[in-house]
């Protein structure tokens, strides 16, 4: 099959796609509700306790060590009021989207080191947000978690494909979205932004996934889209297979310009400051990113 001819199968299958777990409707509605100024929490609320699987998997998350509360939350109206709209709406899709959108590659090494990456960078993402002078970062965990979801529609209408990509991408020498371009004709963010944009959810959003791997290449420079090339950076360079994409790039200095990053010395973003946070949000996040991933978390020892 051609490479013209294979990018008209991808957009099919991102746009079309039947078989494919949806994004519950409740989720997508908080993630509008949340996005309209004029949401009060009684509304959220109410349509977050019609799903009663979800409200429990937010409280349980909701009461992790990571946001600290002294008290137990033990309803979503009380969650809204300490923890905010926002980070509700990231409890929402974490509690629903890996379970959800899990596509039954169980046993596979390269799929169960997908779900850690992708909320290593929602915690980065997150984090970077908090950091940066703009604050106007937007959905920034969300798209952590989503940003890469278009791999796993590749690896299932595209097995071969995927296998072909994987065994290049090991080799080093090129990144993922380069080597997804010449055996595709597309890559994996473009095809995650046409997944989201079949799922409804918010055009920013959409964006930031679609350019995530070339923020600068994006008609107006959005934070959104340099928050997410910023904390897959720092998650890829803190985990334990670095090089899980290929050949890592390098943070370009326009993108350190659009978030305001913080510069050493030598003028240039001041990554190792970053990481260092970044790790110690990472033991802070662990219990939580247990739950999200469905592990049950360890006893803290005494």
Known sequence: MSVHANSNRIRRIAQGIHDLPTLPTVVAKIIELVDNPRTNA???????SSDPGLTARMLKMANSAYYGFPKRIGTINLAIVVLGFNTVRDLAVSASLVERVSLNYEGNDLLGDFWEHSVSTAVAARMLQRLSPSRSAGEAFVAGLLHDIGRLVV???????????????????LGIWQIEHEVLGMGHAEIGGLL????????????????????????????????????EYMALRSSRNPHMEGRLRAIEGGVADVLGLRRNARGEPDLVWYLERFQAELQRAEAFRDLVLGRQPQESTP
Do not use: M
């Open 155 to 173: 690896a299932r209408y595209l097995p071969d494909e995927f296998i072909k990509v994987q065994g290049l991408v090991e080799q080093g020498e």
């Open 42 to 48: 009684a509304a959220l609320a109410r349509l977050i």
């Open 196 to 231: 989201c944009r079949h799922w409804n959810l918010p055009e920013a959003l959409c964006e930031a996934i679609t350019w995530h791997h070339a923020p600068l290449f994006q008609e107006e420079r959005d934070s959104l889209t340099c928050v997410l090339h910023v904390a």
